[in-house]
């Protein structure tokens, strides 16, 4: 079975602090992880995949297979990342999704 | 631009009324879902839809049923709605693994 992990429920940084979203994953083949965001009054959004290697918006992630984690990143915080952010997976060619439970992240300005 | 639209923002039933949700997709999308949205749960999928006439069980169906007689639209159906079923239910539309979202409807079941 396949599982996410997000163990923050609210995560608050000051404007200009780094910042990382944790995610941790239970998967038995080869992920493909990804990151949502929902902001508020908008619909959620894929932000980024793993498998791009992109940076989104200074955001980044990498797949750490040998901690099976998919942390998210970014140096200096705006307060226009305060949203919700959620960390998902598939199965190799699977389009079904697992999400986590979602951390809403809250930039203190 | 994909668009994804539902066809309600907010939605407030009784207890044991018949509740549909619509959902429709103009990307011409093969994949279509159902979640709903809860606090500290996260997303949960209700049911999926890989074709026109073709759904499987996510993780939580029970309560709920869906159709698909076509390939834009996806509704979910609530046969016999309960207090425990007050939620935001999200749409989402995909090809591959890559999921684009409708705006919600916020359900309350009185």
């Known amino acids: 079975a396949q599982r996410v992990t997000q163990p923050e429920k609210l995560l608050s940084v000051f404007k200009g602090a780094p910042v990382e979203l944790k995610c941790n994953y239970s998967?038995?083949?080869?992920?493909?992880l990804f990151w949502y965001v929902q902001y508020s009054r908008q619909r959620l959004q894929l932000l980024l995949r793993h498998i791009s290697r992109e940076s989104i918006k200074g955001f980044t992630a990498d797949l750490n297979k040998g901690e099976t984690s998919f942390h998210l990143k970014k140096p200096f915080a705006q307060e226009e990342d305060s949203a919700m952010y959620y960390c998902?997976?598939?199965?190799?060619?699977?389009?079904?999704?697992?999400f986590g439970t979602g951390t809403r992240l809250t930039i203190i300005p | 631009d994909v668009k994804v639209t539902q066809s309600s923002r907010y939605l407030v039933k009784r207890t044991g009324e018949k509740v549909f949700l619509e959902c429709v997709q103009d990307m011409d999308h093969e994949n279509m879902f159902w979640y709903r949205q809860d606090p500290g749960l996260g997303l949960r999928l209700i049911y999926f839809?890989?074709?026109?006439?073709?759904?499987e069980k996510g993780d939580i169906p029970e309560g709920y049923s869906v159709s698909r007689e076509k390939k834009e639209r996806f509704s979910l159906i609530l046969e016999s709605a309960s207090t425990n079923q007050t939620s935001m239910y999200l749409c989402a539309s995909g090809v591959t693994d890559t999921q684009y979202f409708g705006p919600g409807t916020r359900l309350t079941v009185l």
């Open positions: 998902a997976l598939s199965g190799f060619g699977n389009e079904k999704l697992t």
């Open positions: 998967y038995s083949g080869s992920p493909e």
């Open positions: 839809s890989y074709d026109v006439k073709m759904k």
